[in-house]
């Protein structure tokens, strides 16, 4: 038996059985109990694996995978509850859309992992959105600009977006910010994305992860593995939600 198939016959094991002894009692047979007449004794012969109906599965494997599950839920469970988004009665559909990217944009990763002991084999797919909106602040001034989710999730607490105490609008920090009535235009890179504004396209932005080019030129496509959503809302003059997905093995 290879690795991987290993790796597979720990699994199966593991999500049919809720102990060890569960699955060892599972391999003794009635004629293995009449000749041995120690249930004890037949457990240790299958786990040293000199009787048994099936693959030999070591109590280290069985139990490290069973731990490596039960973090795992547990860990998403802890995540799905960290949400800002979870439990809101959202009415608009922008901050719906925004709830809806929260959990991929938070975790940085849109993923399925088959994981086996000692072994990880993940095709990782990272959701990276950029949110673009134009509006009046404070102020009475309109301003635009593009805003990496993902970097401001994790520096900004958005409970007062989702709970209406606040509107989500760009900032100078943000990837582009333009103030329409100052003429005050800033940008500036983040952890996920790097800004090219002197470009003859108009303004880009490369995605670090996999070095594709974001576009968000309304006339243009926006790019490999990219979509452009325009979003009808009551909140904003204007906002669209651009998602960029990138694949790749780890």
Known sequence: MDQEERLTAVDNVVTQFNTYEDFLDSQITSVDLYYLEDEGLARQLVELGYRGTGEVVKREDFEARKAAIETARLAERTQKKTLTSAGKDLQDNFLKALAVREEDNHNGKVSL??????AVHTLKKQRATVIFIRDKNSHGQEVSGYIDYAHRLKIEDFEVYFSGKRRLLPKPTDMSFYNWDSHIAVWNSTPNYQVIADNLEGLLFKYK??????????KVPPGDNSTRIPIQTDLYIQAVIFDHISRRKT
Do not use: Y
């Open 209 to 218: 992860r996999d070095r594709k080019i974001l576009n968000v030129d309304p």
């Open 113 to 118: 992992n088959q994981q086996g002991f000692n």
